[in-house]
């Protein structure tokens, strides 16, 4: 056995069958009695993990039904949206010599409403696919992440006038590159969006280093966030302004949070009205 003849602890999960034929998932876990005398003998334990595992079955299918819902958010509901959209515009053009300025508003509306629909799907779809991949972490350099999602951003600074501040010496961590890309571009294009009209914004990115992890903080001078409206800020479908002040259907904070999640982390908020926004992304170190 490996933990005889190489002293190290043997662990794993096999599907036994008993006595009256059923079948049993357990965990067996062995180690030596004593490193420095191997012929002493080994300890085993084992543990039956049956409802783990029949619990992780469910969440399988679970995620395999939300991967054919996104299948279908994307293909089968977007297109009779497009089709909604474009022959209410077609309506518009054919008939707008006919129609007064109030009809024409409606069909603005309904119009409006089948885009903001069809961006929904999408954010929804978005939401889905985070942690999908079936990729594993990989050591990443949280500075090449940063300078991506600057880049990404390129047009908004600039129509923005805004200022984006990047700390240097960010560390590497363990985690998916293309996630952590979205996280940080979904928090600095929300600062450049959620501006203060009086000023162009300001945004920060510094990092500090704590015990077992490196926290990230995403600084800006924007409209702020009120105290009680923090604890339901990265729920889905969350919007705390009106489409008419600002767009977006209140879903890229949602991914924000599953994204830290789904990297080992976690995200919040310090935030007041009229004074700006922090957001806080805790990531684990390498080890």
């Not at 129609?99 to 119009?111: H, N, P, S, Y």
């Not at 999908?132 to 050591?139: S, T, Y």
């Not at 949280?142 to 991506?148: I, R």
């Amino acid at each position: 056995y490996p933990v005889i003849e190489q002293g190290r602890v043997f662990e794993d999960e096999l599907l036994m069958r008993r006595g009256d034929g059923s079948d049993i998932w357990v965990r067996i876990v062995a180690h030596l009695v004593d490193e420095k005398t191997p012929e002493l003998g080994v300890v085993w334990a084992a543990e039956d993990v049956s409802k783990r595992k029949a619990l992780e079955l469910d969440i399988k299918r679970s995620n395999d039904e939300l991967e054919r819902f996104a299948y279908v958010a994307s293909h089968d509901l977007r297109q009779p949206l497009r089709m909604v959209s474009s022959y209410l515009m077609l309506l518009d053009r054919r008939l707008k010599e006919r129609l007064d300025e109030e009809e024409r508003q409606f069909i603005g509306f309904a119009v409006d409403g089948a885009r903001r629909m069809d961006r929904m799907i999408i954010d929804l779809l978005e939401y889905s696919r985070v942690g999908r991949h079936g990729m594993a972490r990989e050591v990443v350099s949280l500075a090449g992440v940063l300078s991506q999602a600057v880049d990404n951003l390129g047009a908004a600074i600039a129509e923005s006038a805004a200022e984006v501040t990047v700390a240097p010496g960010l560390p590497q961590i363990l985690g998916h590159e293309s996630e952590l890309v979205r996280l940080f571009q979904n928090l600095i294009g929300n600062a450049i969006k959620f501006r203060a009209p009086d000023r162009p914004p300001r945004v920060t990115v510094e990092f500090a280093d704590m015990a077992r992890e490196w926290v990230v903080a995403v600084a800006d001078n924007g409209i702020g966030i009120a105290p009680e409206d923090h604890a339901r800020l990265f729920a889905i479908f969350q919007r705390l302004v009106s489409h008419e002040q600002y767009e977006g259907n209140g879903i890229g904070l949602a991914v924000c949070r599953k994204i830290c999640e789904n990297n080992g982390g976690r995200i919040w908020v310090e935030s007041r009205i009229g004074t700006g926004s922090t957001f806080l992304v805790a990531l684990p170190k390498l080890v």
